[in-house]
């Protein structure tokens, strides 16, 4: 293919960690490439990665459909061909409100808008809310949570985060602002945890230097502490979410609910197909 060696051994790894779980991201490509000591950690070393999956793509090696880009999607305008495909639409979008019978309302929320679509597949059947900040979430976020929340009695936000001066910080600041519109939730950081760290051999980076929380950062962690949520395997930060999902929810309850959906579903099924068959 004329290219560089080091080039066709970055794409046979992708392809391998690709084939084990995708989609994925190109920055989690990278990381996985970083725990895996294909590549060092480094911006050189990301845009090489970035320019071989472009390349591995065109060529049929790895398929589009395994790389994601979250930020960069077409917005299409919803439509339907006749009524009884809409029909059908409704029937499959019902869902039974879980929460009705929960002890608390669970929320999670996430600071990385590039692994969202690992979360809402995680989510999907439980029926759980994402919130994604892209860093610190904007006061309008701050208040709409409020207002889902009320006063945060029984409510457990998980939250999933860098760990680096800023990603420590933010649970601190969602607590304070969150109180300040009088709500005071629960809130846990689920990852990237120090122990992380230690215990899948992520590839770390230095603390930026124009980050106003770098000292006290540094003072606990050290200069070379910083790692990104998407070095996560991505198993492993599946796990952990459905873990601390299903170690609150009533799982009982929560069957319960699913069932009775399906049955409303074979209702709404019968409905919808009398009425459009009624209208032609």
């Known amino acids: 293919m004329g290219r560089h060696a080091k080039t066709n051994v970055v794409i046979e790894a992708a392809k391998g960690i690709l084939t084990e779980q995708h989609p994925m991201t190109v920055r989690q490509v990278y990381y996985q490439l970083v725990s895996r000591q294909v590549i060092k950690n480094n911006r050189g070393e990301y845009q090489a990665v970035s320019k071989a999956l472009v390349a591995a793509r065109r060529e049929g090696i790895v398929p589009w459909a395994w790389i994601e880009d979250r930020l960069r999607q077409a917005r299409e305008v919803s439509m339907w061909s006749d009524l009884a495909d809409f029909a059908q639409t409704c029937q499959q979008a019902y869902r ?26 995680a989510l999907r059947d439980y029926g759980m809310t994402l919130n994604v900040g892209r860093g610190y979430d904007g006061w309008a976020s701050i208040h709409n949570a409020a207002v889902r929340f009320g006063d945060g009695e029984n409510v457990t936000v998980f939250y999933f985060g860098d760990f680096d001066p800023s990603g420590e910080d933010m649970v601190r600041s969602l607590k304070e602002r969150l109180a300040e519109c009088g709500s005071l939730p629960e809130i846990i950081k689920i990852a990237l ?8 051999n992520l590839p770390s980076d230095f603390t930026k230097k124009g980050d106003t929380r770098r000292k006290a950062f540094v003072a606990r962690y050290g200069k070379k502490a910083c790692v990104e949520l998407d070095a996560l395997p991505v198993e492993v930060l599946r796990e952990r979410l459905i873990e601390e999902v299903e170690r609150r929810m009533d799982l009982k309850a929560w069957r319960a609910v699913r069932r009775q959906e399906q049955a409303d579903r074979l209702r709404l099924e019968k409905l919808l197909t009398g009425a459009v068959a009624g209208d032609g």
């Not at 945890?193 to 899948?200: C, K, P, T």
């Open 96 to 121: 039974r409100d879980v929460w009705q019978t929960q002890p608390r309302y669970l929320e999670v929320w996430l600071e990385k808008d590039a692994l969202s679509g690992i979360f809402e597949d």
């Open 193 to 200: 945890n120090e122990e992380d760290i230690e215990r899948y």
